[in-house]
């Protein structure tokens, strides 16, 4: 249905679904061994903390976004927010509201959200938490050394330490998944989409979305009005996507087909 949750009108289906969508984005092994065990000792992995951390902040930021500038009651306005973030966060592309109604300080947010996607072991896409705690932790420890030249700081994730080939791994992904970000954007501006129907196209294919965040392609609408060479571009975009980006460039690769 093109209302697609909000049909319902229903919280109980919200919160359910809510539940499932969150489960979606965490690590599906370490929930595994969780309920073989200790269930809480999934909330001390520091990718899931930080996901569920995110994901509640921005949800109280939306909330309070909306009690100021659209008179939206406080229970409300957690409700519809909460379910338009974790959506958009894991992934999972449902709506109860048409959140591309909210202003630029929205769009802005969940254009980051879907581009940073879930947790890694889950069914979202993404960048991937655990590679941008990899790179803040870099970050910070680059930033100790400039202050601390003669001080010794060895990065960590997870109590292991963080050595240069994951480094180069993760920088790589990270640089890679921009440029066909941006490549993906410039091919839809080129084909006439405006700005926010590129960005967010390109960003809602990359990381297996669904919807866009304006009102050609936003939850309130699907992609009927995008033309078909736009559409062929934004499946390559949902494949690479999908599959991680090396699968794809690897298969592409003429020397891999020379052997």
Same mark, same amino acid.
């Not at 949800?59 to 100021?68: A, E, G, N, S, Y």
């Not at 406080?74 to 909460?82: D, F, G």
């Not at 202003?103 to 879930?118: N, P, V, Y």
């Given at each position: 249905?093109?209302?697609?949750?909000?049909?319902?009108?229903?919280?109980?289906?919200?919160?359910?679904?809510?539940?499932?969508?969150?489960?979606?984005?965490?690590? =599906? +092994?370490?929930?595994?061994? *969780?309920?073989?065990? #200790?269930?809480?000792? !999934?909330?001390?992995?520091?990718?899931?903390? %930080?996901?569920?951390?995110?994901?509640?902040?921005?949800?109280?930021?939306?909330?309070?976004?909306?009690?100021?500038?659209?008179?939206?009651?406080?229970?409300?306005?957690?409700?519809?927010?909460?379910?338009?973030?974790?959506?958009?966060?894991?992934?999972?592309?449902?709506?109860?509201?048409?959140?591309?109604?909210?202003?630029?300080?929205?769009?802005?947010?969940?254009?980051?959200?879907?581009?940073?996607?879930?947790?890694?072991?889950?069914?979202?896409?993404?960048?991937?938490?655990?590679?941008?705690?990899?790179?803040?932790?870099?970050?910070?420890?680059?930033?100790?050394?400039?202050?601390?030249?003669?001080?010794? =700081? +060895?990065?960590?994730?997870? *109590?292991?330490?963080? #050595?240069?080939?994951? !480094?180069?791994?993760?920088?790589?992904?990270? %640089?890679?998944?921009?440029?066909?970000?941006?490549?993906?954007?410039?091919?839809?501006?080129?084909?006439?989409?405006?700005?926010?129907?590129?960005?967010?196209?390109?960003?809602?294919?990359?990381?297996?979305?669904?919807?866009?965040?304006?009102?050609?392609?936003?939850?309130?609408?699907?992609?009927?009005?995008?033309?078909?060479?736009?559409?062929?571009?934004?499946?390559?975009?949902?494949?690479?996507?999908?599959?991680?980006?090396?699968?794809?460039?690897?298969?592409?690769?003429?020397?891999?087909?020379?052997?």
């Amino acid at each position: 249905k093109n209302m697609s949750i909000g049909h319902f009108d229903s919280i109980y289906t919200e919160i359910v679904t809510i539940v499932f969508m969150l489960i979606s984005a965490l690590p =599906f +092994i370490l929930i595994f061994y *969780s309920l073989r065990n #200790n269930f809480m000792d !999934l909330f001390k992995n520091s990718q899931v903390q %930080f996901f569920l951390l995110l994901v509640s902040l921005i949800t109280l930021i939306v909330m309070f976004w909306l009690t100021k500038f659209y008179e939206v009651d406080y229970l409300q306005a957690l409700r519809i927010s909460s379910f338009a973030v974790i959506s958009i966060a894991t992934g999972s592309g449902f709506s109860t509201y048409d959140f591309s109604e909210w202003g630029t300080f929205t769009t802005l947010l969940f254009l980051f959200l879907m581009l940073l996607g879930g947790c890694s072991g889950s069914s979202s896409c993404g960048l991937k938490i655990f590679r941008i705690q990899i790179l803040l932790k870099s970050s910070f420890t680059l930033i100790k050394k400039i202050i601390q030249p003669r001080g010794v =700081f +060895i990065p960590t994730y997870n *109590s292991n330490e963080i #050595n240069e080939e994951i !480094l180069n791994s993760v920088t790589g992904y990270f %640089f890679l998944y921009l440029l066909i970000f941006g490549g993906l954007t410039l091919i839809l501006s080129f084909d006439g989409q405006d700005v926010l129907t590129a960005l967010s196209g390109a960003a809602a294919a990359l990381a297996n979305v669904g919807p866009g965040l304006n009102e050609i392609i936003g939850p309130a609408n699907n992609y009927f009005e995008i033309t078909t060479f736009s559409k062929f571009f934004l499946c390559i975009g949902m494949l690479v996507g999908r599959l991680e980006l090396f699968p794809i460039l690897i298969l592409l690769s003429p020397q891999l087909w020379k052997r």
